[in-house]
């Protein structure tokens, strides 16, 4: 008795002069409740909010292009100065011609996109985003031609800042267009930010 009483915890006890001996409680198991996300539908949400339909990633593809057609003016000296590469748009020339056969395009896309897409709560936010950083990068092209009217840059002037405004569309176009093709959300530098104030306001 004297071994077991050693094994058992005890503590001194002031009133009866001795020690009691603790008896441990019976563990309680708790049951719990909770369930992997896939099984509550959390998952599934989750991934379709991740990954666009393919009529959102068109819709955003589409809204790229507002930029890049309006972008092509730019391109005007170099396209002229290395003929291989004009060659490579030649494919979309008759979408060119048919853009600008219509009057006042321009801001017939900007007020359709703005109107009809970005202030639509009812589409998702991926589409929104993408079309009001396409209006954000549009309304950035209108301030060179703004700027060469007030200024009248002498003639090299002209031509390289022409190149530059043409190539940082291509390569943001480039760049939106396989970020849609892909699913992905596009960040452009300084337009991100703007266009992300837009769609929380």
């Known amino acids: 008795m004297a071994t077991l009483s050693l094994l058992r915890p005890c503590c001194f006890h002031p009133l009866s002069g ?9 563990f309680v198991h708790l049951k719990s409740n909770w369930k992997p996300a896939e099984k509550m539908g959390i998952g599934a949400r989750m991934s379709n909010r991740s990954s666009p339909g393919p009529t959102e990633r068109l819709i955003s593809i589409a809204a790229y292009t507002l930029p890049f057609f309006n ?3 730019y391109g005007r000296y170099l396209l002229a100065q290395y003929p291989k590469l004009a060659l490579l748009f030649d494919p979309i020339l008759p979408f060119l011609a048919f853009y600008r056969s219509i009057p006042y395009s321009s801001f017939v896309a900007f007020f359709a996109l703005y109107l ?10 991926y589409i929104r985003f993408n079309s009001m950083q396409a209006i954000t990068l549009d309304v950035l092209l209108v301030i060179p031609l703004l700027l060469h009217r007030i200024f009248s840059p002498a003639g090299p002037l002209l031509v390289f800042s022409h190149n530059a405004i043409f190539i940082f569309t291509l390569i943001s ?7 849609c093709v892909l699913g992905r959300t596009p960040y452009l530098p300084f337009l991100a930010d703007a266009a992300s104030r837009q769609i929380s306001s």
């Open 18 to 26: 001795g020690t009691v001996t603790l008896k441990p409680k019976p």
């Open 71 to 73: 972008s092509i003016q």
């Open 173 to 179: 176009f480039l760049y939106t267009l396989t970020s």
């Open 116 to 125: 009809g897409i970005v202030r639509n709560p009812n589409l998702t936010r």
